[in-house]
């Protein structure tokens, strides 16, 4: 039961900090695509999503969520090469993705190459810091420091990052969320990052 709860909770996170950043002038007939794509993902057709995000990507080569989305694609094939294949095209597109960099940093994990998975969790450490002390993006501050703390669990600073999630849930005693956190160790969390759901967008 455990494992359900938290897949959802890591999916929700992923799924309001996927929507932050500030809107691109994307193609939008790639954006509906992407989001039809998405929408077959989450009915477990996977061989139809990957088919529209494809053509997403053709209408747009500098549409990264499609990319992403693919991620979680390869990720239920268990196929660890392309999902991070598809992970370095995102960050390449959006270099300030940090859900990504976190990603990326889990599928080097998963494969046992930790000092790689360590680069990229600092990377996305630096971004969140970024973007918690951007004036502009106070209105996502709860998921950043969120999964700012999370990623100080990833890169090995386990008291630190147990440390922030007590201010988040001393700071925002509503969100419950922060006590399934709590309980999840650096396994946990590199096994649940690394089956979060695809992202749609706004059009």
Not at 76 to 93: F, G, P, Q, V
Not at 110 to 117: C, F
Not at 169 to 196: C, G, R, T
């Amino acid at each position: 039961m455990k494992r359900i709860i938290t897949l959802n909770l890591i999916a929700f996170v992923a799924l309001v900090c996927a929507g932050q950043d500030k809107k691109e002038n994307y193609h939008p007939k790639a954006i509906e695509i992407n989001n039809k794509a998405v929408e077959l993902k989450q009915k477990f057709k996977n061989d139809s999503a990957l088919i529209l995000f494809d053509k997403a990507i053709e209408l747009d080569k500098t549409y990264y969520l499609p990319h992403a989305n693919k991620v979680a694609i390869y990720l239920d094939r268990n196929d660890y090469n392309k999902a991070l294949s598809e992970c370095k095209i995102s960050l390449r597109l959006q270099p300030d993705y940090a859900e990504g960099w976190v990603l990326a940093g889990t599928l080097y994990d998963l494969k046992g190459k930790t000092k790689s998975a360590l680069q990229y969790y600092q990377k996305s450490l630096e971004l969140y810091n970024k973007r918690i002390s951007d004036s502009s993006k106070k209105s996502n501050i709860k998921s950043n420091k969120l999964n700012r703390a999370v990623v100080l669990v990833l890169i090995g600073q386990e008291k630190e990052g147990r440390q922030a999630l007590m201010q988040l849930k001393s700071e925002y005693p509503d969100m419950n969320i922060v006590d399934e956190f709590l309980k999840l160790s650096k396994k946990d969390y590199i096994l649940q990052l690394a089956h979060k759901n695809c992202h749609s967008q706004k059009i």
